[in-house]
T-cell receptor, first 116, second 111 residues
Framework: NAGVTQTPKFQVLKTGQSMTLQCAQDMNHNSMYWYRQDPGMGLRLIYY???????DKGEVPNGYNVSRLNKREFSLRLESAAPSQTSVYFC???????????????FGPGTRLTVL | TQLLEQSPQFLSIQEGENLTVYCNSS?????LQWYRQEPGEGPVLLVT?????EVKKLKRLTFQFGDARKDSSLHITAAQTGDTGLYLC???????????FGAGTTVTVRA
């Protein structure tokens, strides 16, 4: 039981390049999330998926796209990377949905992305 | 603008000492969570508090939710080096299902 896994762990991109961050969970959770963490800013929600086939924008969605491929996998794509997207990206999952109230989120180990 | 203000930003203490970190907001929380994040890892949930005035204990950690539900504190008794990490609070707003995190307090416990 691996919980939430993320690939890659580290990535360096040049401005304008594209890439996809992968996330998978093996806990049969309905909801999945993408956050970015920047010094002094805390965790900020980028996108959220309450179930397979549905996605919703979070606090900072600009410059990102997501795909909920199936119940297990939720990917985050940067179409044209910018230095402002240098950050640590975390994927998380939870059994319930945000509309159901406060819930326990399980986080992956993160992807450290640098955009030059 | 941070919805949640955490203080202090950094805290360094000797093993065996006590410490308290705070989480404050200008608006009322529906409920609040505390997480600990170790270097190179994702956050791990420590506790959820939902009732004003609530106190929860988890071994040497004591969590308090303010009576007015605008503030919370985390107190660690006799800190150990294993308590080193970033402590994050998160609030949930039931009116719009929004989840917001504070910037965190980085705690370093020296041996």
């Amino acid at each position: 039981n691996a919980g939430v896994t993320q690939t890659p762990k580290f990535q360096v991109l040049k401005t304008g390049q594209s890439m996809t961050l992968q996330c998978a969970q093996d806990m049969n959770h309905n909801s999945m999330y993408w956050y970015r963490q920047d010094p002094g800013m805390g965790l900020r929600l980028i996108y959220y998926s309450a179930s397979e086939g549905t996605t919703d924008k979070g606090e900072v969605p600009n410059g990102y796209n997501v795909s909920r491929l199936n119940k297990r996998e939720f990917s985050l794509r940067l179409e044209s990377a910018a230095p402002s997207q240098t950050s640590v990206y975390f994927c998380a999952s939870s059994e319930g949905t945000l509309a159901g109230g406060f819930l326990t989120q399980y986080f992956g180990p993160g992807t450290r992305l640098t955009v030059l | 603008t941070q919805l949640l203000e955490q203080s202090p930003q950094f805290l360094s203490i000797q093993e065996g000492e006590n410490l308290t970190v705070y989480c404050n907001s200008s608006s009322v929380f529906s409920s609040l969570q505390w997480y600990r994040q170790e270097p190179g890892e994702g956050p791990v949930l420590l506790v959820t508090v939902v009732t004003g005035g609530e106190v929860k204990k988890l071994k040497r950690l004591t969590f308090q939710f303010g009576d007015a539900r605008k503030d919370s504190s985390l107190h660690i008794t006799a800190a150990q080096t294993g308590d080193t990490g970033l402590y994050l609070c998160a609030r949930y707003r039931s009116n719009d299902y929004k989840l917001s995190f504070g910037a965190g307090t980085t705690v370093t416990v020296r041996a």
